[in-house]
C-alpha cells in the first residue's frame, strides 16, 4: 500500500498516511439513515389523523349540549337572583318612604332607573344575557325574565313576585 491513499476496508474503517485507524461514516450511510428518520418523523399519517378528529368529534358531541344546559341554567339562576334583589330593595324602599313604595322608588332602591313604559321596565345586561324587571303597580306585582333562562326567558312565562305597590 502507497503512503497517502485512503483506504476504505468493508468494516468502514478509514487510514491515512500518518495517522491511526479511524472509525467512521460513510457519508452516503450516515445521510440515508438522517433522512430515514427525517421522513418516519415528519407529521401525522391518514389514520392518526382520523383518530384526533373522531376524538375532538366525541368530544364536541357532549360539550356543546352541555355548554347550551349550563347557559340556560345561569340565566334561571340570573332571574332568581334579581328576585332576590326585588325583595331587598322591596323592603329598602318601604322602610325609606315609611309604607308601600312605587315602581319609581322601587327602581331607584334597586339603582336602576324604569323606562316611560306602562308598566316601566327596567334591564340589566351582563355580556350576551339581558335580565328585565317590570313592575306593575296596577296588578301590584313585579315580573321578571331573562333572555337566556330556560323557563323565564320573556315576559309572558316571567317569574312573576306579588308585592303591594303604589
Not at 107 to 133: E, K, M, Q, R, Y
Request: net charge neutral; aromatic share 4%; charged share 20%.
Amino acid at each position: 500500500m502507497r503512503a497517502g491513499r485512503w483506504r476504505s476496508p468493508p468494516d468502514e474503517r478509514r487510514w491515512t498516511a500518518g495517522e491511526e485507524w479511524q472509525l467512521s461514516q460513510s457519508p452516503r450511510t450516515s445521510q440515508g439513515k438522517e433522512e430515514k428518520r427525517v421522513k418516519d418523523t415528519r407529521g401525522l399519517t391518514l389514520i392518526e389523523l382520523a383518530i384526533v378528529l373522531a376524538v375532538v368529534a366525541i368530544l364536541a358531541a357532549v360539550a356543546i349540549p352541555r355548554y347550551v344546559d349550563l347557559t340556560g341554567k345561569a340565566g334561571n339562576a340570573a332571574v332568581f337572583s334579581t328576585a332576590s334583589s326585588v325583595l331587598s330593595a322591596y323592603s329598602v324602599a318601604t322602610a325609606q318612604n315609611t309604607g308601600t313604595p312605587n315602581c319609581t322608588q322601587l327602581f331607584t332602591a334597586l339603582g336602576l332607573t324604569g323606562s316611560d313604559d306602562d308598566p316601566p321596565v327596567a334591564t340589566v345586561s351582563v355580556g350576551g344575557s339581558t335580565t328585565s324587571i317590570q313592575c306593575d303597580a296596577t296588578n301590584d306585582n313585579v315580573k321578571i325574565w331573562n333572555n337566556k333562562a330556560e323557563t323565564h326567558n320573556s315576559a309572558t312565562n316571567a317569574l312573576t313576585l306579588s308585592l303591594p305597590l303604589n
